[in-house]
């Protein structure tokens, strides 16, 4: 029933209520005050339905509200269900209607791309597995970009700028300090994991698990690539992305090691590396190396045979070097790598700066057709841009 309708009826109830009274008649002054009230309610009515009236036809066009439906909490195993039937579903081309839960694979609140896409535990899902492929993503400064749109990035250098004696007395002007401030825009670039092809009877076939299907699909290929991106700013074909210039281009060269063949040595390269980052950065500066170059430094010992690193006392947490976490980046160079940079030390979080879309995935229901297969490919965007220039040191190993 809409509003109009609403008030119409009280407005009817309270003229029918006055006139039963009337009929019945006003004999005491409670009655004929009773009489002038539903009179006034019918007015106070009349003058509500005048006002929707107006608006209605001033904007025609106006959608008709709809109710929010309520939602109740369910079993884990029963949303598992109803998303793995609405993710095949999806993948055949088709909503399923038996599913009343269609919220959950909107590809956003507001539906604005349309269509049933994936549930929203992805964005979720992307997080963690960017934890083990790709965790260097935890300490860099990142930025949601929802639109894709360019975002400007400022920055203001101070570190020129202290504190001048006034001397007593001194009838100098106080010369002017002004910190140095810039700024770039950040623009991002559309990369993809690939497509994955599927045959449409397999896909009526068998009972997958979503989550496990949805991280095959993509969280080791979208982590992989985005180390690098990050890293080299290169894609995982090698090719050089335009808004992406690599933390190996951004930090400056803090140590070179005196031969390639010699190696890394603790006391000539590892302490002096440490000792080129601005104590300022020092708080949240991390060590990034493979997993080879990692393990070479388990073989460095003292005068005394004692290791110089020890590896973290738990599974899962990350080793220490010189009390800061070493980050395993798969990305950096090989200890054979002349002129490679296999160590980068310092603060992500103040001297890169990631700017990333939502992961998208998109369908191909009908480019296959014709072989009754579907496709999916996960895509998203990614810009990333330098702040502070000395946060991030590198370690360059010799030219031969």
């Known amino acids: 029933m809409s509003k109009i309708s609403q008030l119409t009826d009280q407005k009817n109830k309270a003229l029918a209520d006055a006139t039963s009274l009337v009929h019945r008649g006003l004999k005491t002054a409670e009655d004929k005050q009773q009489y002038e009230r539903m009179l006034a309610e019918a007015d106070g009515f009349q003058e509500d339905i005048d006002m929707l009236n ?28 109803k998303l793995n039937s609405a993710w095949r579903s999806y993948l055949k081309g088709a909503v399923d209607v038996r599913i009343p839960e269609h919220r959950d694979i909107l590809t956003s609140t507001s539906g604005a791309d349309g269509g049933a896409l994936i549930p929203q535990e992805f964005n979720d899902f992307v997080a963690q597995s960017l934890k083990y492929f790709a965790p260097l993503t935890q300490y860099v400064r990142t930025r949601n970009s929802t639109n894709g749109r360019p975002v400007k990035v ?15 007395g001194s009838t100098a002007s106080i010369a002017e300090a002004d910190p140095t401030f810039s700024s770039s825009t950040v623009f991002l670039d559309l990369f993809s994991t690939g497509q994955t092809r599927y045959s449409n009877e397999l896909l009526q076939d068998s009972e997958f698990d979503l989550v496990q299907f949805l991280t095959n699909l993509a969280s080791s290929r979208y982590g992989r690539g985005l180390e690098r991106i990050l890293t ?66 388990l ?50 979080y103040e001297g890169i700066e990631l700017v990333s879309s939502e992961v998208r995935v998109t369908n191909l229901r009908e480019r296959y057709a014709d072989v009754n297969e579907g496709a999916v490919i996960v895509s998203t965007r990614v810009g990333s841009t330098g702040l502070a220039s000395g946060a991030i040191k590198a370690l360059k190993l010799a030219a031969s």
Not at 235 to 247: C, H, L, V
């Open 299 to 348: 073989a460095l010992e003292d005068s005394t045979s004692r290791p110089y690193f020890v590896p973290a006392p738990t599974a899962d947490g990350f080793d220490m070097l010189l009390g800061k976490p070493i980050i395993i980046n798969q990305s950096l160079d090989q200890l054979n790598t002349a002129n490679g940079i296999p160590i980068l030390f310092g603060s992500l």
């Open 54 to 81: 107006r608006i209605d036809r001033a904007m025609p066009n106006l959608p008709t509200p709809v109710a929010v439906p309520t939602t109740v909490d369910e079993h884990p195993e029963q949303r598992r269900t």
């Open 154 to 168: 400022s920055r203001v250098d101070d570190t020129a700028n202290g504190m001048n004696l006034i001397a007593e």
């Open 232 to 297: 080299r700013g290169l894609d995982s074909s090698g090719n050089a992305t335009p808004n992406n210039p690599g933390m190996v281009s951004l930090a400056g060269v803090g140590n070179t090691t005196a031969t390639l063949s010699g190696g890394i040595g603790f006391a000539a390269n590892i302490v002096p590396l440490f000792d080129s980052l601005d104590t300022a950065y020092l708080p949240r500066a991390v060590w990034q190396m493979t997993s080879k170059t990692r393990n070479s430094l």
